[in-house]
């Protein structure tokens, strides 16, 4: 079992959206909240993580009221957590509308920055959406920016390219496979995070790395039903239990017993949105003897009972 396919899994990255630029210096865009655009573009998703692919050319990038990064081609910016953030063909230049507030169509559409003259970059833009709720804890973990310099020129040339084959074609299941694309993207992007993570680092990907933390992590994903107490636990992670406890919560920030706790509630709430299963069928893939007990743990957890949060996030009829 790998915690992070698992949890990516779980937490169900889901609904690419891209668009995309090419740019003429002097250039420059303000985006706003990806909250903001999510009723219009990606109207299902709880969380809009949005990123810039750089694929010609040169730009600088970053959060509103913060310094901006250099991108070169193949690289990757991604902005965690949907804040406000600029992009433009300089660090500090800004020109036309302070904030571009408005929704782009998808791709194959174009959106031109700048006059007419030489194109100075060309990037393609999207959003990914994932659930938050009840419990996701590699949001918690990540930084709001991330910068990745060059992307392989093979693996961005296929990515640019599939893009825009799949969005202009519109053939069957080009939604799914672009929402896939953009997931082995953000994948390749926690991975290099996960390399370069400095040491003393806390946090859910800092566990990951971790030997006993992650052993402990990896038996928990792996089997989130079985009956785990923190002395089982600390034996097939070779530590004793106070030291499986106080490692744990320093680096993922809660005790393991409350962990698995949530995490059961999350796969829960994946297995209710994406099966047919009974609710009392889904409580005991996750741990709890009765359906009375699994939908009280549930609904303190969410505030909504299991049969509400299925309903709640039912697909509206086409």
């Given at each position: 079992?790998?915690?992070?396919?698992?949890?990516?899994?779980?937490?169900?990255?889901?609904?690419?959206?891209?668009?995309?630029?090419?740019?003429?210096?002097?250039?420059?865009?303000?985006?706003?909240?990806?909250?903001?655009?999510?009723?219009?573009?990606?109207?299902?998703?709880?969380?809009?993580?949005?990123?810039?692919?750089?694929?010609?050319?040169?730009?600088?990038?970053?959060?509103v009221g913060q310094e901006q990064v250099?991108?070169?081609?193949?690289?990757?910016?991604?902005?965690?957590?949907?804040?406000?953030?600029?992009?433009?063909?300089?660090?500090?230049?800004?020109?036309?509308?302070?904030?571009?507030?408005?929704?782009?169509?998808?791709?194959?559409?174009?959106?031109?920055?700048?006059?007419?003259?030489?194109?100075?970059?060309?990037?393609?833009?999207?959003?990914?959406?994932?659930?938050?709720?009840?419990?996701?804890?590699?949001?918690?973990?990540?930084?709001?920016?991330?910068?990745?310099?060059?992307?392989?020129?093979?693996?961005?040339?296929?990515?640019?390219?599939?893009?825009?084959?799949?969005?202009?074609?519109?053939?069957?299941?080009?939604?799914?496979?672009?929402?896939?694309?953009?997931?082995?993207?953000?994948?390749?992007?926690?991975?290099?995070?996960?390399?370069?993570?400095?040491?003393?680092?806390?946090?859910?990907?800092?566990?990951?790395?971790?030997?006993?933390?992650?052993?402990?992590?990896?038996?928990?994903?792996?089997?989130?039903?079985?009956?785990?107490?923190?002395?089982?636990?600390?034996?097939?992670?070779?530590?004793?239990?106070?030291?499986?406890?106080?490692?744990?919560?320093?680096?993922?920030?809660?005790?393991?017993?409350?962990?698995?706790?949530?995490?059961?509630?999350?796969?829960?709430?994946?297995?209710?949105?994406?099966?047919?299963?009974?609710?009392?069928?889904?409580?005991?893939?996750?741990?709890?003897?009765?359906?009375?007990?699994?939908?009280?743990?549930?609904?303190?957890?969410?505030?909504?009972?299991?049969?509400?949060?299925?309903?709640?996030?039912?697909?509206?009829?086409?």
């Open positions: 079992m790998d915690p992070l396919s698992d949890l990516l899994r779980v937490v169900r990255l889901d609904s690419a959206f891209f668009f995309a630029v090419e740019a003429t210096e002097p250039w420059s865009v303000e985006a706003v909240a990806a909250r903001e655009l999510s009723p219009r573009i990606l109207p299902h998703a709880e969380h809009l993580i949005s990123y810039h692919i750089l694929t010609e050319g040169r730009c600088f990038g970053g959060l250099e991108l070169a081609p193949g690289d990757v910016i991604v902005f965690c957590h949907g804040d406000p953030h600029v992009m433009s063909s300089g660090r500090g230049v800004r020109i036309g509308p302070d904030v571009n507030s408005a929704a782009p169509d998808r791709y194959p559409h174009t959106v031109m920055l700048g006059s007419v003259g030489p194109r100075g970059a060309t990037f393609v833009c999207g959003y990914l959406g994932c659930d938050r709720r009840p419990f996701n804890p590699l949001l918690s973990a990540l930084p709001h920016q991330i910068h990745v310099r060059g992307m392989s020129s093979a693996w961005l040339g296929s990515f640019a390219r599939q893009v825009t084959e799949e969005s202009r074609l519109n053939r069957a299941g080009a939604d799914t496979v672009l929402t896939r694309m953009a997931e082995l993207m953000f994948i390749e992007v926690l991975r290099r995070h996960l390399d370069e993570l400095p040491p003393g680092q806390t946090g859910w990907l800092a566990g990951l790395r971790d030997e006993v933390v992650g052993r402990v992590l990896t038996l928990l994903h792996g089997q989130p039903r079985h009956p785990w107490t923190l002395a089982e636990l600390a034996h097939e992670a070779a530590s004793s239990r106070s030291s499986l406890a106080k490692r744990f919560t320093d680096l993922v920030g809660q005790p393991p017993m409350q962990y698995l706790t949530q995490w059961r509630m999350q796969v829960a709430a994946n297995l209710l949105v994406q099966t047919a299963a009974k609710v009392a069928t889904i409580g005991a893939d996750v741990g709890y003897d009765s359906e009375a007990a699994f939908s009280r743990a549930f609904k303190k957890a969410t505030g909504l009972a299991p049969g509400a949060w299925r309903e709640a996030r039912r697909p509206a009829p086409s």
